[in-house]
């Protein structure tokens, strides 16, 4: 399980797998599914592009709970998670 917040409380629950295929040479596909929560087209898109970083071959849990959801966030947390990699 990951958490990612910004309120020190868990948010939205997303389950997080990855699609058989990969969308290119690039990029792995995944598939997002909102288990307890909001579900905003905004939260898919910050656990799609997290898990591309963190994915090690297992589902992933991830609850996220943001004030700020703009992209600069979301590099952010990218590079910070690459540093702290699971």
Do not use: W
């Amino acid at each position: 399980m990951l958490i990612v917040s910004q309120y020190q409380k868990m948010g939205s629950m997303v389950y997080i797998t990855k699609d058989g295929a990969p969308i290119d040479n690039k990029r792995q596909g995944f598939t997002t599914n909102v288990l307890l929560g909001e579900d905003k087209p905004v939260l898919h898109v910050f656990a799609r592009n997290l898990a591309e970083v963190v994915y090690a071959g297992k589902p992933i849990v991830m609850a996220i709970a943001l004030k700020d959801d703009c992209p600069s966030v979301m590099k952010a947390l990218q590079s910070l998670l690459k540093d702290y990699k699971m």
